[in-house]
Nanobody
């Protein structure tokens, strides 16, 4: 079992930045991949970025490419999402996810999920 706890959400003005953190605990040693998703009201959950636990490979959705950066610190068992140039449409609940499965970076099938953290971008 793996437990994921997100932090770092909040209210930010358009054009601003936030960094989300996802702390993993439990059986982290065999994790293969982690990712960040978001879900806005009335919309499907969207995969934003993914990273292999080794940190060698990453994936970004077109909607965030060039603005968001996913990274990990294995010593801290933590994955980050640096979000720059935030837009009103980035407002959503952001979720961290993890999997032991050897899936492609663009896949959405994850085994463990955090509780989510709200990000609100204001004008």
């Amino acid at each position: 079992q793996v437990q994921l706890v997100e932090s770092g959400g909040g209210l930010v003005q358009a054009g601003g930045s936030l960094r989300l953190s996802c702390a993993a605990s439990g059986r982290t040693f065999s994790l293969y991949q982690m990712a960040w998703f978001r879900q806005a009201p009335g919309k499907e959950r969207e995969l934003l970025a993914a990273i292999r636990w080794s940190g060698i490979s990453t994936y970004y959705a077109d909607s965030v490419k060039g603005r968001f950066t996913i990274s990990r610190d294995n010593a801290k068992n933590t994955v980050y999402l640096q979000m720059n140039s935030l837009k009103l449409e980035d407002t959503a609940v952001y979720y961290c996810a993890a999997t032991y499965q050897r899936i492609d970076l663009f896949r959405r099938q994850y085994d463990y999920w955090g509780q989510g953290t709200q990000v609100t971008v204001s004008s």
